[in-house]
């Protein structure tokens, strides 16, 4: 009797990581790459996958307007893009803004186009 069945085989061989090669057709081209002067105002950049977005698009050279809840978050995370030495610049905002409908006056200045509509 075999100390592993086909069918927990099956299950392992789901959950093995895959190493594939990376396919170029995914890659960002060169021409697009260059991000200087570009302004890019994003939420969701201090911490998980949108502080890599921040970092790459920090490194293409883009203008970064940080906005997130956590005045010490976006202060740490413009020290390590600075550290890491990307053309582009940042800067962080903080922006609370509990149940904001559009009745209220926009907060600090920000135009509704800027904000978006999920405040």
């Not at 994003?42 to 970064?64: F, H």
Request: glycine share 12%; net charge positive; aromatic share 6%.
């Amino acid at each position: 009797m075999p100390l592993i069945s086909d069918r927990t085989r099956i299950t392992i061989n789901l959950f093995r990581p895959q190493r594939r090669t990376p396919d170029p057709r995914h890659a960002i081209p060169q021409a697009d790459r260059d991000l200087t002067g570009k302004t890019i105002v994003m939420t969701g950049g201090t911490d998980g996958i949108g502080r890599v977005a921040a970092g790459m698009l920090c490194d293409m050279g883009a203008n970064l307007v940080l906005l997130g809840r956590r005045q010490a978050v976006g202060d740490r995370v413009i020290r390590e893009l600075a550290a890491t030495g990307g053309a582009g610049t940042v800067i962080f905002r903080s922006a609370i803004w509990p149940r904001w409908t559009a009745s209220k006056p926009v907060p600090n200045g920000y135009s509704p186009r800027m904000i978006g509509s999920t405040f």
